[in-house]
C-alpha cells in the first residue's frame, strides 16, 4: 500500500504538555481520510506539523516518501484550506485565483479547471464580496487544487455552512479522489459527515492516536442489537442466562452492546427462537454497527482492544 502520509513518533511539545504525542499516520494515496478529534485532541496541531508551520519536537514525516525536512519538495505535493480561506472581495473568483496561480507558476488553464471541480463555472466574472459561505469554501478548494497536489489537507471545510452547503461539500470531497486522483486529508467535529464521507479514519484523544484504519475495520465489527418487547424486564432475565448482558430502558426497549451484542448478531435465529419458546412478546429487533459518533463519545475511547 502506498502511502501518501506517513509520519513514525511525531511528537510537538509546549513545555510539558506533548500537544502532539509519538503518533504514527499512516494515510493511503487516494483516500479521504477522516481525522477527527475533540478541541485540544492535537488534531490542529498535527496540521501544522504536515504542512511545515511548527517544527516537531521529535519524529519524522513523509509525504509521497519525501521526508518533511525536504520543506519545499513536500510543499509542492500538497494544497490546504486551513480554517476560513482569505479572499479579496473587490475581485472576481477568477482573479482571486489568478494571483495564486502566479505566484505557482500555473497556467492561466488551470483556473478554468479547478473551478469546474468545483461547481463554481459561469461565477468567475462575479465579485468574491457576493458569494455565499458555501461558495467562498469551494473557491477556497479550488485554490488549494492550483498547480495539481497531490495531497488536500481540509480543516474544518464544512464550519458554518448551511445543511445544503454541508451535502455540497460532501459529495465535492468524496469525489475527489476518483476524479483528481488525489488524497483528501480532512479534519472535522462532524462525525456524521465524515461517516459518509472518508474511506479511512483516524481518532485523536489528548494528543494521541488512539485508532485508525479502513472505517470498517475502526468500527472492528462492533454491532448494537435493539429488541423491543412487550416484557423487558423478563427479556433481560432470559439474556442474563445465555450468557448475555443487556439492560432495559424503563419501558419496552432491551439494548446489547459489545461483546454481548456481537454474539446475540453472530445467533439471532437461535436467540429469537428461545424468546418465543418461553413466551415473550417481540415486537421488533434491530441490530446495527454504531455511529462514528457512539464510538467517539464511549468513554476512553476503547478502540484499539
Known amino acids: ?6 509520519t513514525a513518533g511525531l511528537e510537538r511539545r509546549f513545555g510539558d504538555i506533548a500537544a502532539v504525542d509519538r503518533i504514527d499516520l499512516a494515510v493511503p494515496e487516494r483516500a479521504v481520510y477522516g481525522f477527527l478529534g475533540r478541541n485540544g ?11 511545515g508551520l511548527l517544527r516537531p519536537s521529535a519524529g519524522s514525516a513523509r509525504i509521497f516518501g519525501i521526508d518533511f525536512r525536504r520543506r519545499l519538495a513536500a510543499a509542492r505535493q500538497i494544497g490546504a484550506l486551513v480554517e476560513t480561506p482569505f479572499h479579496y472581495d473587490h475581485l472576481t473568483g ?7 496561480a502566479r505566484l505557482l507558476g500555473a497556467p492561466r488553464t488551470e483556473i478554468a479547471r479547478v473551478l469546474d471541480i468545483v461547481g463554481l ?9 457576493g458569494f455565499s459561505l458555501g461558495m467562498r469554501q469551494r473557491l ?4 488549494a487544487l ?3 497536489p497531490r495531497l488536500l489537507v481540509l480543516d474544518e471545510p464544512t ?15 468524496a469525489g475527489l479522489p476518483d476524479r483528481e486522483g488525489v488524497t483528501v486529508f480532512v479534519s472535522s467535529h462532524l462525525l456524521s459527515e465524515i461517516e459518509q464521507t472518508a474511506t479511512h479514519v483516524g ?9 485508525q484504519g479502513p472505517l470498517a475495520e475502526v468500527r472492528g465489527g462492533r454491532k448494537r442489537v435493539s429488541i423491543r418487547a412487550r416484557e423487558p424486564d423478563r427479556l433481560v432475565s432470559l439474556l442474563a442466562e445465555a450468557g448475555l448482558g443487556a439492560a432495559s430502558d424503563g419501558h419496552e426497549t432491551v439494548t446489547l452492546d459489545g461483546r454481548s451484542a456481537a454474539a446475540a448478531a453472530r445467533d439471532m435465529p437461535e436467540l429469537n427462537f428461545l424468546m418465543v419458546e418461553r413466551g415473550i412478546h417481540v415486537l421488533a429487533i434491530e441490530v446495527a454497527e454504531p455511529s462514528l459518533e457512539e464510538l467517539f463519545l464511549a468513554p476512553r475511547l476503547d478502540l484499539a482492544a
Open 1 to 6: 500500500m502506498e502511502l501518501a502520509i506517513e
Open 146 to 148: 492550483l498547480g495539481r
Open 94 to 100: 477568477s482573479e482571486n485565483l489568478a494571483i495564486t
Open 203 to 211: 481518532l485523536m484523544e489528548k494528543g494521541r492516536l488512539v485508532s
Open 41 to 51: 485532541s492535537g488534531k490542529t496541531t498535527t496540521i501544522r506539523l504536515l504542512l
Open 159 to 173: 464550519n458554518g455552512l448551511d445543511p445544503d452547503g454541508i451535502r455540497e461539500m460532501r459529495a465535492l470531497v
Open 140 to 143: 477556497g478548494i479550488a485554490r
Open 121 to 129: 463555472t459561469g461565477c468567475e466574472r462575479r465579485l468574491v464580496r
